[in-house]
């Protein structure tokens, strides 16, 4: 009966225990990566989007998708017309990346404009939005997201008092105030855009904000 007494005692004690160190255990379950949305999703989020560039007081046009080749594409795509102030050399752009601009100039930059500079801004001056070609224009390179019209560079702004502020020259520069409002300006984009690269990212965006809706995301320098 001791014996049986002392056995049962050591099997209770071995199911508390872990395995021996050093050796692994049950292995777990990979997670698995995020599905990429279906034709359906896209098509729902686009009525959506369209909706929601409607509360900004965005002025938009819908544009025709289109493939170009070399692996670019124009799907769910606008062209933004209005957003309250003059954006210039604004081409197609997805639409989810036209309300997300829109948002940061109504929401962010003008507050910001307002807060640090004592004016409203304008005009904003942009390098463009669709353009097929790899990431930074290198060769061999991924394809950016401009070349699926999902990006935008910013570059300057336009006060009413009549100031112009650009990146290049302000990110870095003398006045406070000036690198206050584009640091000011350029967190907000990170906020609302999956990726946002200002100067402080590398030798290819010191004149100029990249923000984009691309998967790899968050991500802001």
């Known amino acids: ?46 009525r959506q989007c369209l909706i929601d560039l409607g509360r900004y007081g965005a002025r938009y046009t819908p544009l025709p998708d289109r493939y170009p080749g070399n692996g670019c ?34 929401e962010a930059v003008q507050n910001a404009a307002m807060a640090w500079l004592s004016s409203r801004v304008t005009k904003i001056e ?37 100031r112009r502020i650009t ?4 990110w870095r520069g003398p006045d406070e105030d000036t690198r206050n409002f584009l640091h000011a300006v350029f967190k907000a984009g990170c906020r609302r855009f999956n990726i946002a690269l200002s100067p402080e990212s590398d030798g290819f965006h010191q004149d100029h904000f990249h923000f984009d809706m691309g998967p790899n995301g968050p991500y802001c320098h």
């Open 73 to 106: 594409s124009l799907t769910y795509t606008v062209q933004l017309n209005e957003v309250g102030v003059p954006i210039t050399n604004l081409g197609a752009m997805k639409c989810r990346l036209a309300e997300r601009l829109s948002a940061w100039v109504n």
């Open 167 to 170: 990146v290049k020259t302000g």
């Open 1 to 46: 009966m001791r014996i049986r007494g002392i056995l049962l005692l050591l099997l209770v004690l071995s199911a508390c225990v872990g395995p021996p160190r050093g050796r692994p255990g049950a292995p777990h379950p990979r997670p698995r990566p995020p599905a990429a949305p279906s034709a359906a999703d896209e098509a729902r989020d686009y």
């Open 126 to 162: 942009s390098f463009g939005t669709y353009n097929c070609r790899p990431i930074n224009g290198k060769e061999g390179a991924k394809l950016s997201q401009h070349g699926l019209a999902n990006a935008v560079d910013i570059a300057a702004f336009q006060l009413q008092d009549g």
